[in-house]
């Protein structure tokens, strides 16, 4: 049995009908067909664009992030040496004169 000879709703079966109408027309069919084609083809190239996004934007962060690192690296190793020569004895003005050359 199927479904249009079970259902007792009428709009059920009136769906069937035209459906089973709109498959044997070839002319629908392949409109149905283009249809569902631009559609996975759009889906496929916003996935695509995606990626590329994604991709972009982490390569876009190591970037930040290893200037960031160098930058913090690079004052933890001058606040070490300054306080190395000031323990030293070196006066603030021999250490910047250090710094700056």
Known sequence: MTIQQTTAIPEVKDTIVMLRRLSADEKV?????YREKRLHDEASVLGSARREGIAIG?????????AKGRAEGAS???????????AAGMT??????????
Do not use: P, S, T, V
């Open 29 to 33: 069919r392949q409109e149905a067909y």
């Open 58 to 66: 982490l390569e876009q962060g190591r970037a930040e992030g290893e």
């Open 76 to 86: 933890a190793l001058k606040e070490k040496l300054m306080q190395k020569w000031r």
């Open 92 to 101: 603030e003005q021999q250490i910047q004169d250090l710094l700056e050359e």
